[in-house]
Nanobody, 123 residues
């Protein structure tokens, strides 16, 4: 069973930055895609950014491009999401997720989920 544990959420003013971390329990993630989704109140969960564990290829939602950066540290089995220039509309619970196989943006295609971490951006 793969466990994902997020950390790094919090309250920040608009224009500020946060870095989220997702630590995994898996010994190998070489064939996985891992990334971040978010869910705002009253809205569906949506993809923010994902990365291939083996190649490092990355995919971003349009809302994240230019402001957020996903990265991974293979030695620490950890994925990060650096969020800059945060906006109030970025307020949501952010979830780390993983799936075995190719890139897919659909929430239902991800097999493993963390418990989520709250990000609140004040105006």
């Amino acid at each position: 069973q793969v466990q994902l544990v997020e950390s790094g959420g919090g309250l920040v003013q608009a224009g500020g930055s946060l870095r989220l971390s997702c630590a995994t329990s898996a010994r190998t993630f070489s064939s996985y895609f891992m990334g971040w989704f978010r869910q705002a109140p009253g809205k569906e969960r949506e993809l923010v950014a994902v990365t291939s564990w083996s190649t490092g290829n990355t995919y971003y939602a349009d809302s994240a491009k230019g402001r957020f950066t996903i990265s991974r540290d293979n030695a620490k089995n950890t994925v990060y999401l650096q969020m800059n220039s945060l906006k109030p509309e970025d307020t949501a619970i952010y979830y780390c997720a993983a799936r075995y196989g190719n890139y897919d943006a659909r929430v239902r295609k991800y097999d493993y989920w963390g418990q989520g971490t709250q990000v609140t951006v004040s105006s």
